[in-house]
């Protein structure tokens, strides 16, 4: 696959993670009327995409670990990082709008 259906993939599974978020009852603080929250949370969510931050959680030692987190990953990938949250973003609008009026974000 290239990296161009990646990303849009990766766009396609933030947002409806990001739709579930909103609509979960274990996370009452961001829901539809938390427009700014959501921004952020959309905007860290596609960063992680993006830069290629891997995490990996052992239930037994309690113990979750990051991987890919440097400065120089950050600084390399800013512009896929922002492509990458233009995708999640349009893939919301196209897949998220209501008839009656558009649904915040």
Known sequence: MNEFSSQLALAAVSSMILQWVKNSAWFP???RN???LN???AIVISGIGAIGI???YD???GTLTLTGLTAQSVL???WTWFTQFAFQHGWYKATNSKT???EKR
């Open 29 to 31: 603080w961001i829901n």
């Open 34 to 36: 938390t427009e700014k």
């Open 39 to 41: 921004r952020v949370v």
């Open 54 to 56: 891997h995490m990996q």
């Open 59 to 61: 239930g037994l030692v």
């Open 76 to 78: 390399n990938n800013s």
């Open 100 to 102: 009656n009026g558009e």
